[in-house]
């Protein structure tokens, strides 16, 4: 499968934006995620729609929006007009039943609907959704802040979902967000991950050396398996 690069701009220097992401577009960056916390769901802040609409504009990349906000399914509308071409929510932002309407509302304006797991919740949780989403980003930290280390449990959850999407005939994409680096990414690679968000990872450092570096992993990867 083709595996995926997704630099986490939440770890970017917002000074600089655009080059930011014009570094990691140059690179081989194969879409930018966006993290989007409201204070309430996650206990921190980060940016919103109106930076998301001006990422749009000056990058062809496809924007990566992981929600974590309460209530993700009144933004949709703007999401869409902000350019965003993935939309990840997390299931227990919302009443349980929310869940399907999102995933249609998304799917309806033509975006990509995702569901997120916490670092909690098993992967037999996105077992009613499996046919209707278009990805799945299984969280490796606890959502709400970058630089947090890789938790080991992940790679098992990891392993479940692949094995949820095959027994279902599906090459669904596996999305892992937190604590990736370029020592460990093989782990969650061999456990069936195909869309690796990193942000310190990136943006910590040359931007455009660390996902070349990642996008270069890539290509080896694929070929040898
Ligand atoms: C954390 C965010 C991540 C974060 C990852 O809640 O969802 O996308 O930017 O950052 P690193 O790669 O530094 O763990
Ligand atoms: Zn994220």
Same mark, same amino acid.
């Given at each position: 499968?083709?595996?995926?690069?997704?630099?986490?701009?939440? %770890?970017?220097?917002?000074?600089?934006?655009?080059?930011?992401?014009?570094?990691?577009?140059?690179?081989? %960056?194969? =879409? &930018?995620?966006?993290?989007? =916390?409201?204070?309430?769901? +996650?206990?921190?802040?980060?940016?919103?729609f109106p930076?998301i609409r001006?990422?749009s !504009?000056?990058?062809?990349?496809? &924007?990566?929006?992981?929600?974590?906000?309460?209530?993700?399914? !009144?933004y949709i509308d703007v999401l869409r007009d902000a350019g965003a071409?993935?939309?990840?929510?997390?299931?227990?932002?919302?009443?349980?039943?929310?869940? !399907?309407?999102?995933?249609?509302?998304?799917?309806?304006t033509?975006m990509?609907?995702? &569901?997120?797991?916490?670092?909690?919740?098993?992967? #037999?949780?996105? &077992?009613?959704?499996?046919?209707?989403?278009?990805?799945?980003?299984?969280?490796?930290?606890?959502?709400?802040?970058?630089?947090?280390?890789?938790?080991?449990?992940?790679?098992?959850?990891?392993? #479940?979902?692949?094995? =949820?999407?095959?027994?279902?005939?599906?090459?669904?994409?596996?999305?892992?967000?937190?604590?990736?680096?370029?020592?460990?990414?093989?782990?969650?690679?061999?456990?069936? %991950?195909? +869309?690796?968000?990193?942000?310190?990872? +990136?943006?910590?450092?040359? +931007?455009?050396?660390?996902? !070349?570096?990642?996008?270069?992993?890539?290509?080896?990867?694929?070929?040898?398996?």
């Amino acid at each position: 499968m083709k595996i995926r690069i997704a630099p986490s701009l939440l %770890a970017a220097d917002f000074t600089r934006l655009a080059e930011e992401v014009h570094r990691a577009e140059r690179a081989g %960056a194969d =879409m &930018l995620h966006c993290d989007v =916390m409201d204070g309430v769901y +996650v206990p921190n802040i980060s940016f919103g729609f109106p930076v998301i609409r001006q990422i749009s !504009k000056i990058t062809p990349l496809p &924007l990566d929006v992981h929600m974590m906000t309460s209530c993700p399914r !009144k933004y949709i509308d703007v999401l869409r007009d902000a350019g965003a071409l993935i939309v990840t929510v997390h299931s227990d932002a919302m009443a349980p039943d929310e869940v !399907k309407e999102t995933i249609r509302a998304i799917r309806d304006t033509g975006m990509v609907a995702a &569901l997120a797991l916490r670092p909690a919740c098993p992967a #037999e949780e996105i &077992l009613p959704y499996v046919p209707d989403i278009g990805m799945v980003l299984v969280m490796t930290v606890e959502p709400g802040f970058g630089g947090q280390k890789y938790i080991p449990a992940s790679t098992r959850r990891i392993a #479940e979902a692949r094995r =949820m999407f095959t027994d279902y005939g599906l090459d669904t994409d596996i999305e892992v967000d937190g604590g990736i680096k370029r020592d460990n990414v093989d782990i969650v690679l061999n456990a069936g %991950a195909t +869309v690796i968000v990193a942000g310190s990872a +990136v943006y910590s450092g040359d +931007v455009y050396e660390n996902t !070349k570096a990642f996008a270069d992993h890539f290509k080896e990867w694929e070929a040898a398996h």
